[in-house]
DNA sequence: ACCCAGGGTCGTC
DNA sequence: GACGACCCTGGG
């Protein structure tokens, strides 16, 4: 663990609010000075802008600029991916002029799962506190500019809770279901390095949706969110909403089944269907 | 005080 | 496929 700082030179498609508040990761919180700091898996971090330019310090166990890369999806040409998408209809231009500068932060696998079976039937602020209670009691302390930090616990680590510590720390229903997925996690019944490495992105759904408390909307938000698989479309009550009323038009939203949004999905949006839920997501829900 | 919704999933029919 | 139950919290 060393503290070590990467200055990022004018990116392109690159804004804090947009990464960070479009709902894909619960970690990131903004400071007084407008920058965010996070824990990811290799330790803490923090964003600031300055000028044109991105100034990233933190106390990570790996190289600074290797991590941020990875982490940022900063080889992906997202002004590319957006023009695409632009072309396709007025709605998708709008949106992206609302969040043009979003980027799909790729995030760890185990964290994402757990988090993620959180997030069912839940709100954002709530997921938040949850996750953060996790984390300083089966985590690891890191200090970093006087406070103190605690990483997302391991699946060895977690492990040690039982149902009823989760339920204490607030999980709810979900206690049984994280527990579970916990214990197949750590056994290997479902091995993540495997599917880290496979390139099917249905045989990946199928493996995740053996996890107690993953269904399609959360297996496809883990695969969008720390496999990098574009091509898939998660399906929560904002997105049923904005798909409904832009395109389908059914008086009643509930009655619009999940199939038909994303058959549609797929024949507008193609590979790049997950891309486009962000920011058809982000701007219903916050523009 | 009461009701509702929140990045859904599971068991049952 | 459709329906209800489910912990908990904040807001109307």
């Known amino acids: 663990m060393e503290e070590q700082v990467f200055i990022l030179k004018n990116p392109e498609s690159f804004n804090l609010i947009h990464i960070f508040e479009c709902g894909q990761c619960f970690r990131w919180n903004v400071e007084e ?27 990570l166990d790996r190289n600074i600029e290797g991590v941020v890369k990875e982490y940022f999806d900063l080889d992906t040409n997202y ?6 998408l632009s072309s ?3 709605y998708m231009k709008e949106s992206i002029k609302f969040g043009y500068g979003i980027r799909i932060l790729n995030q760890d696998l185990w964290e994402c799962i757990i988090s993620f079976i959180i997030s069912a039937n839940n709100n954002i602020p709530r997921i938040k506190k949850i996750i953060e209670r996790l984390s300083s009691n089966y985590g690891n302390e890191i200090q970093f500019n006087g ?23 607030g999980l709810g229903f979900r ?10 996690i750590l056994e290997k019944q479902i091995d993540l390095d495997c599917l880290k490495k496979s390139n099917n992105t249905s045989k990946i759904e199928e ?20 496999l990098k698989r574009y ?16 395109y389908i038009h059914e008086p009643v939203e509930e009655k619009v089944s999940k199939v038909k949004i994303k058959k549609l999905a797929e024949e507008k949006f193609s590979n790049f269907q997950g891309l486009a839920q962000q920011y058809l997501f982000y701007w219903r829900r916050d523009a």
């Open 175 to 184: 206690d049984k279901r994280v527990f579970k997925t916990t214990k197949m």
């Open 207 to 226: 493996e995740l949706l053996k996890l107690d408390g993953v269904g399609e909307k959360v297996a496809n938000c883990i695969m969008l969110f720390s």
């Open 88 to 90: 396709i209809d007025d």
């Open 231 to 246: 091509d898939t479309f998660p399906v929560d009550v904002w997105v049923r909403r904005v798909i409904n009323d832009l």
């Open 79 to 84: 002004t590319h991916l957006k023009e695409k």
């Open 147 to 169: 406070k103190k930090y605690y990483t997302f616990p391991t699946p060895e680590s977690l492990s040690k809770a039982s149902v009823e510590d989760l339920r204490k720390l």
């Open 33 to 59: 000075d407008n920058s965010y700091t996070g824990v990811i898996k290799y330790g803490v971090l923090n964003v600031k802008k300055d000028g044109e330019n991105y100034i990233f310090n933190g106390i």
